[in-house]
């Protein structure tokens, strides 16, 4: 029966994904993340403002892609390994709110990077993002909620490696949440004022990682043989 | 000792087992007549004789307790035991082997089990939604699954109780986050109800086909996911596209893949809150709609705890 299991898609803030670092084996061998809120992760649910994708070389058909949402931002890649995710990309204007599942990945290079595979990427409504929202934010309160309590094997890993500032990540929550209440009305939604969010966010992110693109070609690669082997 | 009478014998044993005496000579005749001169199937033979006997001694079958032990289907977890139970027949599958009879799942209120009749067990069919003894069934394990067969020994009875099915009618919250193989506007092979892929069914090869239309998708909540199936309606209701809309969309574009794309777009990635019911893997979906609250309101009421 196990043959059908499939990995749950997590929802996780770009904040805290993008603080993840650690791998940890599992049973059945899969690698996943490791959280900073001690639970394992290796695919998520996303949804968020894509702001903008870019071919890392010319026709190479790999596109790179930063979504955000209102606590940080995610990066992923997509090329021709997913051939549906990459189709629809192509489609989307950015920015526009879409919805995401994707593998997770661990990138390290000069630094740890965490970057999404996705499995598909497709535009969706406003009030989508904020059921999103508030979803993400209750099971980041209930992760928190246990790495208060202590004692579960994970959670005593994501306290030593990590060791994270609970109180932080509570603050991140609330940020998020006050996104969705100062968020305009579905019915007066603007293109205009969805423009202006996304400058804000586009500010806060760090633009450059050198020789990122090139290492990664590479680890595509073998990653993606990996996955079809397996 | 000839097969009548060994089947006398073992029905004398039976009711002695439950505290009756009988004649084992009456019995005797009474088979030999049925099975030889009436040529009446033996399990059925046995059958009128037991019924005979229960009224002639004015007691219920159920005292007699020679079956075998009358389990629930969460027990049944071993292949090759005797079991007896009593439960509701599920569904009914379309079964392609001579050798089978009926096909299909049964369950009570502890599980859902796919049971087999066999052709040669020679039983009465049973029914979709009744309720049946199936007496002195074998269970087996086929793909890693248990069920349960029924054989020549075997009894089905239908039974005035109506099993309850377990609970299993779900209700569920949470994103569509995969649309699977074999969704939107499909093809069936009209003998079987099997989905064809490129133009091939897997029981009978090239077959006429007529078109379905369905999502196979996943609805994960964060925490665990279910795989459903959403038929024509529940299509239809979310997307207003049903199944003429979907072929006028193939024919206009010249391609079936069109549905499929549409679907995806319009469902893929929301949240949705259904009602379902679990087969064997897939929940079958009964009520599905998109989800819809205040997400401010909520937002607030969190923000306030966090506060708090
Ligand atoms: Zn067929």
Same mark, same amino acid.
């Given at each position: 029966?196990?043959?059908?299991?499939?990995?749950?898609?997590?929802?996780?803030?770009?904040?805290?994904?993008?603080?993840?670092?650690?791998?940890?084996?599992? =049973?059945?061998?899969? /690698?996943?993340?490791?959280?900073?809120?001690?639970?394992?992760?290796?695919?998520?649910f996303i949804v968020g403002v894509l702001l903008d994708r870019e071919e890392t070389r010319p026709d190479s058909d790999f596109w790179k892609i930063r979504v955000?949402?209102?606590?940080?931002?995610?990066?992923?890649?997509?090329?021709?390994?997913?051939?549906?995710?990459?189709?629809?990309?192509?489609?989307?204007?950015?920015?526009?709110? /879409?919805?995401? /599942?994707?593998?997770?990945?661990?990138? =390290?290079?000069?630094?740890?990077?965490?970057?999404?595979?996705?499995?598909?990427?497709?535009?969706?409504?406003?009030?989508?993002?904020?059921?999103?929202?508030?979803?993400?934010?209750?099971?980041?309160?209930?992760?928190?909620?246990?790495?208060?309590?202590?004692?579960?094997?994970?959670?005593?890993?994501?306290?030593?490696?990590?060791?994270?500032?609970?109180?932080?990540?509570?603050?991140?929550?609330?940020?998020?949440?006050?996104?969705?209440?100062?968020?305009?009305?579905?019915?007066?939604?603007?293109?205009?004022?969805?423009?202006?969010?996304? =400058?804000?966010v586009e500010v806060e992110e760090f633009e450059e990682v050198p020789e990122f693109s090139d290492e990664f070609e590479f680890e595509e690669e073998e990653l993606d043989l990996s996955d079809i082997l397996g | 000792m000839d097969r009548i009478q060994k089947i006398a014998e073992e029905i004398v044993e039976k009711f002695k087992k439950s505290g009756y005496e009988i004649n084992r000579k009456d019995v005797y005749k009474r088979l030999k007549l049925l099975i030889e001169e009436f040529k009446?199937?033996?399990?059925?033979?046995?059958?009128?004789?037991?019924? $005979?006997?229960?009224?002639?001694?004015?007691?219920?079958?159920d005292k007699l307790v020679s079956d075998s032990p009358l389990v629930k289907v969460e027990d049944i977890k071993t292949p090759g035991q005797w079991v007896s139970l009593k439960a509701k027949v599920v569904q009914l599958w379309d079964s392609s082997s001579p050798n089978v009879s009926q096909v299909?799942?049964?369950?009570? =209120?502890?599980?859902?089990?796919?049971?087999?009749?066999?052709?040669?067990?020679?039983?009465?069919?049973?029914?979709?939604?009744?309720?049946?003894?199936?007496?002195?069934?074998?269970?087996?394990?086929?793909?890693?699954?248990?069920?349960?067969? /029924?054989?020549?020994?075997?009894?089905?009875?239908?039974?005035?109780?109506?099993?309850?099915?377990?609970?299993?009618?779900?209700?569920?919250?949470?994103?569509?986050?995969?649309?699977?193989?074999?969704?939107?506007?499909?093809?069936?092979c009209k003998k079987c109800n099997r989905v064809l892929t490129k133009g091939i069914c897997p029981v009978h090869g090239k077959t006429e086909a007529y078109d379905d239309l369905r999502v196979k998708g996943v609805i994960d909540d964060g925490e665990s996911y279910y795989e459903v199936i959403l038929n024509q309606d529940n299509i239809k209701y979310l997307t207003g596209i049903g199944l003429e809309e979907a072929i006028e969309m193939a024919k206009k574009h010249y391609d079936?893949?069109?549905?499929?794309?549409?679907?995806?777009?319009?469902?893929?990635?929301?949240?949705?809150?259904?009602?379902?019911?679990?087969?064997?893997? $897939?929940?079958?979906v009964n009520e599905i709609d998109f989800l819809r609250y205040d997400g401010k309101e909520k937002a607030e009421e969190l923000l306030s705890k966090l506060s708090g």
């Open positions: 029966m196990d043959r059908f299991k499939r990995s749950v898609a997590r929802r996780v803030f770009a904040f805290e994904l993008n603080e993840a670092t650690h791998r940890i084996e599992s =049973e059945e061998k899969l /690698v996943q993340l490791l959280l900073p809120t001690g639970v394992p992760c290796s695919r998520v955000s949402d209102p606590t940080g931002v995610f990066r992923g890649f997509i090329g021709k390994f997913q051939p549906d995710a990459l189709e629809s990309l192509l489609k989307i204007d950015p920015p526009e709110i /879409v919805a995401i /599942v994707s593998k997770v990945r661990l990138f =390290e290079g000069n630094r740890t990077v965490v970057t999404l595979r996705p499995e598909f990427i497709v535009p969706v409504e406003r009030d989508v993002m904020n059921y999103w929202i508030v979803e993400t934010a209750e099971h980041t309160l209930s992760r928190i909620e246990n790495m208060k309590k202590g004692g579960k094997e994970l959670v005593e890993e994501a306290w030593r490696i990590y060791n994270p500032d609970l109180s932080k990540y509570e603050e991140r929550v609330k940020e998020a949440l006050e996104a969705v209440i100062s968020s305009p009305k579905v019915e007066e939604e603007e293109v205009e004022e969805e423009k202006e969010e996304v =400058e804000e | 009446v199937p033996e399990s059925e033979a046995i059958r009128t004789v037991e019924n $005979y006997l229960i009224k002639e001694l004015d007691i219920s079958r299909g799942l049964i369950g009570d =209120e502890t599980g859902i089990i796919k049971f087999v009749i066999w052709a040669k067990a020679n039983k009465p069919e049973v029914e979709e939604g009744k309720s049946y003894l199936f007496a002195n069934v074998v269970t087996d394990s086929f793909g890693g699954r248990m069920q349960v067969n /029924v054989n020549r020994n075997s009894r089905i009875e239908e039974i005035d109780e109506d099993i309850q099915l377990p609970p299993r009618e779900v209700e569920a919250v949470g994103a569509l986050v995969a649309i699977q193989q074999n969704s939107g506007l499909i093809r069936r079936r893949e069109v549905v499929l794309s549409e679907l995806k777009n319009r469902l893929l990635g929301r949240y949705f809150r259904f009602t379902g019911r679990k087969g064997e893997r $897939y929940f079958i």
